[in-house]
């Protein structure tokens, strides 16, 4: 059993940063594959990025590409997403999720993740 906790969520202009955290509780959390989401109301929820047990992290391939990191900590049960050059696009919930790797879904699809938090907002005004 995992709980995870975002936060850092806020109001930034466009061309700005935030860093996003996700606090997870429980056992094994670096044996656990790492993801975030975001999603606006009337949409899928979109893969962001995900880092691996060992640290090695994929992004999505257009919208956050060179914009976003993705991290993680092991030693403080946290992983973090650094975001960059904001625009008003990346408006979203953002999600942090843990899954183990499973057969039949692949690390973007949410049914990969077996466990997420609340979400935090991110806004970005132009």
């Known amino acids: 059993q995992v709980q995870l906790v975002e936060s850092g969520g806020g109001l930034v202009q466009a061309g700005g940063s935030l860093r996003l955290s996700c606090a997870a509780s429980?056992?094994?959390?670096?044996?656990?594959?790492m993801g975030w989401f975001r999603q606006v109301p009337g949409k899928e929820r979109e893969f962001v990025a995900r880092?691996?047990?060992?640290?090695?992290?994929?992004y999505a391939a257009d919208s956050v590409k060179g914009r976003f990191t993705i991290s993680r900590d092991n030693a403080k049960n946290t992983v973090y997403l650094q975001m960059n050059s904001l625009k008003p696009e990346d408006t979203a919930v953002y999600y942090c999720?843990?899954?183990?790797?499973?057969?039949?879904?692949?690390?973007?699809?949410?049914?990969?993740?077996?466990?997420w938090g609340q979400g935090t907002q991110v806004t970005v005004s132009s």
């Open positions: 429980g056992r094994a959390f670096n044996s656990y594959v």
């Open positions: 880092i691996s047990w060992t640290g090695v992290p994929t």
């Open positions: 999720a843990a899954g183990v790797p499973r057969s039949g879904s692949q690390y973007y699809q949410e049914s990969a993740y077996q466990y």
